[in-house]
């Protein structure tokens, strides 16, 4: 499955989570501390809006158009405070999901998937902000889902996101001002059983579990301590401790 694919494939697991959603459930606790399911659908709206702008060459001006926040302490605290200042009623959060991320599907749909765009940390491919996009829907998924029940079944979309924590390792160290000593490879097991490896055969730093935790781990919903995973070689400790997904 391309990440295209994938993305649209997570949209509508998200949906089916919360269409049927009434005012009530959509102002449902989150995972997310302090947010409704309904903030966590507006935080989601304005990242794929803005995930839009990087990709029709516009970031820029949609910038300029959140205007100015004060200082803020990192990226977690400018999307608090633009979900703060932007918060609508639930079901219209719930009406700006659906519409952002049917066009952010378009603009990814139509643009060249190799091209260099902007985003937060600075320029990647397309083809990697759609893979962050698909991740962050994931976690985000998940965030909505334990306000009703257990969250989705794993699916294989997950080997996206394995394999963007896997390549930003390096960009995760160096925000921690750390710098890896070697290679790193990833040996999971995919939710149906499959194997996937990402990395040589050589690669001195090793993990080893299954793709859900690492995807888990990654993105800040468990501590690695607190799941399967394992790690051995001279970066074990920062990978599994710095390993993340977003920026």
């Known amino acids: 499955m391309d990440p295209l694919d994938a993305l649209r494939a997570q949209d509508e697991e998200l949906a089916a989570l919360v269409d049927p959603l009434d005012g009530a459930g959509l102002l449902a606790a989150s995972r997310c501390d302090g947010w409704t399911v309904a903030d966590v659908l507006l935080h989601l709206a304005q990242t794929d809006e803005m995930a839009v702008a990087s990709v029709e060459g516009r970031l820029d001006a949609y910038a300029a158009s959140?205007?100015?926040?004060?200082?803020?302490?990192?990226?977690?605290?400018?999307?608090?405070?633009?979900?703060?200042?932007?918060?609508?009623?639930?079901?219209?959060?719930?009406?700006?999901?659906?519409?952002?991320?049917?066009?952010?599907?378009a603009a990814f749909a139509s643009a060249d998937l190799d091209?260099?765009?902007?985003w937060v940390a600075g320029e990647l491919a397309a083809r990697t902000l759609?893979?962050?996009?698909?991740?962050e829907t994931w976690?985000?998924?998940?965030?909505?889902?334990?306000a009703f029940g257990p969250p989705p079944a794993p699916t294989d979309r997950l080997w996206h996101t394995a394999r963007l924590a896997w390549r930003t390792l390096?960009?995760?160290?160096?925000?921690a001002g750390r710098e890896l000593q070697g290679a790193v490879a990833f040996d999971l097991v995919g939710p149906d059983g499959g194997r996937w490896r990402f990395g040589d055969d050589d690669a001195p730093t090793v993990v080893v579990g299954s793709a859900l935790d690492l995807c888990t781990v990654a993105g800040q919903r468990a501590r690695a301590g607190d799941t399967g995973l394992r790690a051995s070689g001279p970066d074990a400790t920062s990978v599994l401790e710095?390993?993340?997904?977003?920026?």
Do not use: C, K
């Open 242 to 247: 710095l390993v993340r997904t977003f920026a």
């Open 66 to 105: 959140v205007g100015d926040l004060g200082p803020v302490a990192d990226v977690d605290d400018l999307a608090a405070r633009l979900v703060e200042r932007e918060r609508t009623g639930p079901e219209e959060a719930r009406e700006r999901w659906q519409a952002a991320a049917e066009a952010q599907r």
């Open 115 to 118: 091209a260099r765009v902007t």
């Open 170 to 175: 390096p960009y995760a160290h160096a925000r």
């Open 139 to 146: 976690i985000h998924t998940g965030d909505i889902a334990v």
């Open 130 to 135: 759609a893979t962050t996009r698909l991740t």
